[in-house]
T-cell receptor, first 108, second 115 residues
Framework: KNEVEQSPQNLTAQEGEFITINCSYS?????LHWLQQHPGGGIVSLFMLSSGKKKHGRLIATINIQEKHSSLHITASHPRDSAVYIC??????????FGQGTRLTINP | DAGVIQSPRHEVTEMGQEVTLRCKPISGHNSLFWYRQTMMRGLELLIYFNNNVPIDDSGMPEDRFSAKMPNASFSTLKIQPSEPRDSAVYFC?????????????FGEGSWLTVV
């Protein structure tokens, strides 16, 4: 079993839909990252959180430390949100362990 | 700031050849990471440096791989000799300070194909 599991692996939705991507982990962490990777490969850090909830524009990330679970939500999804979303947990100060990613496709 | 700069962006090489990937971290960042991404295994940490010193190289797959950071603004990842199974995207990333509370910044990646 992977230390970081994401679901779903693939998600296709229509423009405007509310999107939820889940991440569960089985190890102790100091922080959790949500990353976005667009076609062409560049990786951008969306959120880093260790408790509670963070919001940036239409994106919301939550984490429940007791349940070892985090969710990434996208409101009013748009085709430009199409990307691979990767959950990564920080073990200690530096080491990141990555989930396999969720490929999101938003159709117009 | 220009962000983390990697070169080359794309490289195709023949099996047995030496490959050198280069990275310039964001100025002022004192942690640098090399990651590899493949379809089968996703993103994996190969090695990371703190203040130019290698801290954890347990992810380096074998002796064919080596990494150096001669100064705060430059790092290399070398594969010698290269093999087809080394084909992957290699990402360099940097981060300010040695604390988990700081965002990590990735380069655009070096796409390596070994034929």
């Amino acid at each position: 079993k992977n230390e970081v599991e994401q679901s779903p692996q693939n998600l296709t939705a229509q423009e405007g839909e509310f999107i939820t991507i889940n991440c569960s982990y089985s190890v102790g962490i100091s922080a959790l990252h949500w990353l976005q990777q667009h076609p062409g490969g560049g990786i951008v850090s969306l959120f880093m959180l260790s408790s509670g909830k963070k919001k940036h524009g239409r994106l919301i990330a939550t984490i429940n430390i007791q349940e070892k679970h985090s969710s990434l939500h996208i409101t009013a999804s748009h085709p430009r949100d199409s990307a691979v979303y990767i959950c990564a947990v920080a073990q200690g100060a530096q080491k990141l362990v990555f989930g396999q990613g969720t490929r999101l496709t938003i159709n117009p | 700031d220009a962000g983390v700069i990697q070169s080359p962006r794309h490289e195709v090489t023949e099996m047995g050849q030496e490959v050198t990937l280069r990275c310039k971290p964001i100025s002022g960042h004192n942690s640098l990471f090399w990651y590899r991404q493949t379809m089968m295994r996703g993103l994996e940490l190969l090695i990371y440096f703190n203040n130019n010193v290698p801290i954890d190289d347990s992810g380096m797959p074998e002796d064919r791989f080596s990494a150096k950071m001669p100064n705060a603004s430059f790092s290399t990842l070398k594969i010698q000799p290269s093999e087809p199974r080394d084909s992957a995207v290699y990402f360099c990333a940097s981060r300010p300070q040695s604390r988990s509370g700081n965002t990590i910044y990735f380069g655009e990646g070096s796409w390596l194909t070994v034929v």
